[in-house]
């Protein structure tokens, strides 16, 4: 736990990881605020079926399809506990949950934020159940934190970021085949890695790699 608080990712560390997609034929995008905010974007735009993240914001920001527990093992560790549990894909549609809490994604992140999100304290004492009666009473998150003494300009702010988040169209998403020879001679010679290590793990991505630019299925690869 206190390895992961420590843990920082240096510009010099994102640079590596985008040379080595480069390298790898991964597309990748660089985005200009938050990265779930340009995910949902890409799919809202049709340029990808869906957002993969563990963080329910994907909806927030208004990701049509979000996939949670997307992984290799098929578990996770339970946060502060030495404790792994079986996790399976799960497929969020906004749409239909929208439908079936009768909301509007406005009056989704009008909850969010009084409950509480990154973007903001949230209210104490409203939980999710007590949220969800008061949006539909009509209350927006700037009239609950008024109401109990809380600056409305914060809600407002957190509202903003959700329903107006600053992304971009400067992205091209093209898978190429990957430069085998100059993958290994970046992760031996840069990093030191094993040859073979790498080698074998690119003899499993060259069997399951299509050169016409489809890929096989996720679960062809583990």
Same mark, same amino acid.
């Given at each position: 736990?206190?390895? +992961?608080?420590?843990?920082?990712?240096?510009?010099?560390?994102?640079?590596?990881?985008?040379?080595?997609?480069?390298?790898?034929?991964?597309?990748?995008?660089?985005?200009?605020?938050?990265?779930?905010?340009? @995910?949902?974007?890409?799919?809202?735009?049709?340029?990808?079926?869906?957002?993969?993240?563990?963080?329910?914001?994907?909806?927030?920001?208004?990701?049509?399809?979000?996939?949670?527990?997307?992984?290799?093992?098929?578990?996770?560790?339970?946060?502060?506990?030495?404790?792994?549990?079986?996790?399976?894909?799960?497929?969020?549609?906004?749409?239909?949950?929208?439908?079936?809490?009768?909301?509007?994604?406005?009056?989704?992140?009008?909850?969010?934020?009084?409950?509480?999100?990154?973007?903001?304290?949230?209210?104490?004492?409203?939980?999710?159940?007590?949220?969800?009666?008061?949006?539909?009473?009509?209350?927006?998150?700037?009239?609950?934190?008024?109401?109990?003494?809380?600056?409305?300009?914060?809600? &407002?702010? @957190?509202?903003?970021?959700?329903?107006?988040?600053?992304?971009?169209?400067?992205?091209?998403?093209?898978?190429k085949e990957?430069?085998?020879?100059?993958?290994?001679?970046?992760?031996?010679?840069?990093?030191?890695?094993?040859e073979e290590?790498?080698?074998? @793990?690119?003899? &499993?991505?060259?069997?399951?790699?299509?050169?016409?630019?489809?890929?096989?299925?996720?679960? +062809?690869?583990?």
């Amino acid at each position: 736990m206190y390895a +992961q608080q420590t843990t920082r990712l240096t510009k010099e560390m994102v640079g590596q990881a985008k040379k080595l997609l480069d390298l790898m034929g991964v597309p990748w995008v660089q985005a200009p605020s938050e990265g779930e905010a340009q @995910a949902a974007y890409i799919a809202q735009k049709g340029d990808a079926w869906a957002s993969a993240s563990q963080d329910y914001d994907s909806l927030l920001f208004g990701t049509p399809i979000l996939i949670r527990n997307l992984g290799i093992t098929g578990r996770r560790k339970l946060p502060r506990k030495n404790i792994y549990v079986e996790v399976k894909p799960e497929k969020i549609e906004l749409k239909k949950a929208l439908e079936n809490l009768e909301l509007t994604r406005e009056q989704l992140v009008d909850l969010a934020v009084m409950v509480g999100t990154d973007f903001s304290t949230g209210v104490k004492g409203i939980g999710p159940k007590k949220a969800l009666k008061l949006v539909k009473e009509g209350k927006t998150a700037e009239e609950v934190y008024e109401e109990h003494g809380l600056d409305p300009e914060e809600a &407002k702010i @957190a509202k903003s970021i959700f329903l107006n988040p600053e992304v971009t169209d400067d992205y091209k998403i093209e898978f190429k085949e990957p430069d085998q020879e100059k993958i290994v001679e970046y992760m031996v010679g840069e990093f030191d890695f094993s040859e073979e290590r790498i080698k074998n @793990a690119l003899a &499993k991505v060259r069997e399951k790699y299509d050169v016409s630019g489809t890929q096989s299925r996720l679960d +062809q690869w583990f």
